[in-house]
C-alpha cells in the first residue's frame, strides 16, 4: 500500500521555498547527494518535520491495521487483506514500516544528531530523540530483536548486527532520559515542531507517558507507575498526528486507505463494535456504562457507502454531504501517538499488576478517565449530535462476586483487572497497543481468534527487503513465535 502524506511544513524538511509549475523542479537545489544530506548545510529545523511525518506514517501506516485486523478491530473483505484475516501475510508486507522507521525516523535523527550537537540546539535533539525512541521503542514491540546500534551507518556498516529486545527497551528508556537532560539545558530552536510548536512542557510529559508504556511492556510495573504519574495529565497533553481535508496532502491515512485508495477493503464486522453496541449480546455495557457514543464515534453501524453490520466511521462532511460528522478515522481527525487515555489506563493496570495489587489506585485512575468519557469529549461529533453516553463512576463494591461489574463472578481483583483491560482494548481501536496488549496479556480478555485457528500472530515477520540485504536477519522466526518480553507468563 502506498499512502501520500504531506504535513505542513514538511517541504521544509529537505528545502526552503515553492516551486512554480512552469519551472524545472530541479532548478535552484543542488544535485549533489552528499551536500542534500549534509548536516552543515542543512540545520536542525529542517529535518524535525521529517522526522516527525515519518513517525506518524509508522504508527498509522498499513502495519497497523494488520494488528487492528487481527486484534479484531476490523475486518479484511477484499483482495489480499481477506488474506490478513486468515492471518496468511508476506514478509514484504512489513517493508514499508521498516523503511519509516530506519530511513525516515532513524537516519535523519542522526543526521539532526550531529548537526544540534555542533550547534548547541539541544532542545531540537531532544525531540527528536522522543521521537527515535517512540519509532525503536515500538519496532521492538513488533519484531523483538531488531539493529539499533548499528543502522543507518551505511556504508561503514553493510550488516547492522540484531540487538536483544531488552536491550533495545534499554536503550528507548535511555534515549527518553536523554531528552529530559537536553530540555534541562533549554538551549536550541525547536521550529520545525508541528507537533507541540516546541512546547517544553508537553514534550516532557510525553517522556514520561512513553517511559510508562515500555516499562509496562517489560512487566517494570513499579517504574510504570512512577513515569505514568509525572507523564500526560491532561488531553490537550497528548501526542497527536494532525490532520486536515486535503487529498494526498494531510488526510488521516486510515481515512486516504478506507475512502480513497481501498474502499470497502477494510470493514469491521467483528468483535470490538459488538462490545459498543447496546443491541449486541457482547455489549459491555451496564446500568453505568453507555457506550452509544464512543460506537458512532469509531464504528458506523449498518456501513456508510456499503450495506454491512460496522464499518470504520470515516464520515466526512466535506467529501459527502450525506454524512453529518467526521469520525474517528475520518479526513482531518487527529491520530494518537500516546495519549492521556494510555496513561491513565497504564497507572490503572500497573496498580493492578504490582506486588501487592492496589484496586484502590487502580480504581481511582480508570474512574478519572471515565470522568473524562462522561463530559463526551472523545467522542465528540457522535456525542454532539445526540448519541447518548454515561460513564458514571465505579466502586468497589461493583467489581464485588455479585457487583453490578463482575459478570463473570470472578475474584474481585480479577475482575478490576479485566475491566481495566477492556477499558484499554475499547480505548486504542484502530491502534498498535490494542494488539501489544492481547500479545503480553496472553489474550486475557478472550479475544476471539480467525475461524479455524488456535492461535494468533505473535510478532511481525522480518521485512523482505531485510531478509535480502542483511545477513544478520534471524531465521526460522515466524508468525506464530512470541517476542521474548511478551512471551513469560502475564
Known sequence: MK???????????????????????????????????????????????????????????????YASIWSNYFTGEDRQFISFTSYIISAYQMDDTWRN?????????????????????????????????????????????????????????????????????????????????????????????????GNKNNWIKVIHSAKARYYLHTKEYENAIKEG???????????????????????????????????????ANCYAPAL???????????????????????YAPGGLDRKTR??????????????????????NTSFPIISYEETKLILAEAYMKQAPPDPAKALAQLDTLRKYYNTGAPFKNSAALGKTFKYENYTLDDFSVNGMANTKKEEPNKALLREILEERYVSFIGQFE????????????GLPLAPGKTDFPRRMLYPQIEVNTNTNTPQGVGLFTDVPAFATPY
Request: hydrophobic share 40%; aromatic share 12%.
Open 229 to 267: 504519574l509525572l507523564g500526560i495529565s491532561k488531553p490537550s497533553e497528548s501526542l497527536m498526528a494532525p490532520h486536515g481535508n486535503t487529498l494526498n496532502k494531510d488526510f488521516n491515512l486510515y481515512y486516504s486507505f478506507m475512502r480513497h485508495a481501498r474502499p470497502g477493503t477494510l470493514l
Open 101 to 197: 522507521i530506519y530511513n525516515g525516523v532513524l537516519k535523519n535523527h542522526l543526521l539532526l544528531e550531529e548537526k544540534a550537537n555542533a550547534e548547541k540546539n539541544y532542545s531540537a535533539l531532544a525531540i527528536s530523540q522522543v521521537n527515535l525512541a517512540l519509532a525503536i521503542g515500538l519496532a521492538a514491540d513488533l519484531w523483538g530483536d531488531i539493529p539499533y546500534t548499528e543502522a543507518g551507518k551505511f556504508p561503514a556498516i553493510l550488516n547492522p548486527i540484531y540487538e536483544s529486545q531488552s536491550s533495545i527497551y534499554a536503550a528507548v528508556q535511555t534515549l527518553l532520559d536523554n531528552a529530559l537532560a537536553n530540555f534541562d539545558k533549554n538551549l536550541g530552536s525547536t521550529a520545525g515542531d508541528f507537533f507541540f510548536d
Open 3 to 65: 499512502i501520500k502524506l504531506k504535513m505542513i511544513g514538511l517541504a521544509a524538511a529537505l528545502m526552503a521555498g515553492s516551486l512554480n509549475s512552469c519551472k524545472n523542479l530541479t532548478d535552484g537545489y543542488s544535485t549533489d547527494p552528499v551536500t542534500i544530506t549534509n548536516p552543515s548545510v542543512i540545520n536542525p529545523a529542517q529535518y524535525l518535520p521529517g522526522i516527525e511525518m515519518s513517525l506518524i506514517v509508522v504508527y498509522e501506516g498499513d502495519m497497523v491495521q
Open 276 to 298: 459498543l453496541d447496546p443491541s449486541n449480546v457482547n455489549y459491555r455495557g451496564n446500568p453505568k456504562t453507555d457506550e452509544s457514543a464512543r460506537l458512532w464515534w469509531y
Open 310 to 331: 460496522y464499518e470504520p466511521n470515516y464520515a466526512c462532511p466535506a467529501a459527502n454531504a450525506k454524512y453529518k460528522y467526521n469520525g474517528f478515522f475520518g479526513s
Open 434 to 445: 490494542g494488539w501489544n496488549d492481547m500479545r503480553r496479556t496472553k489474550n486475557f480478555l
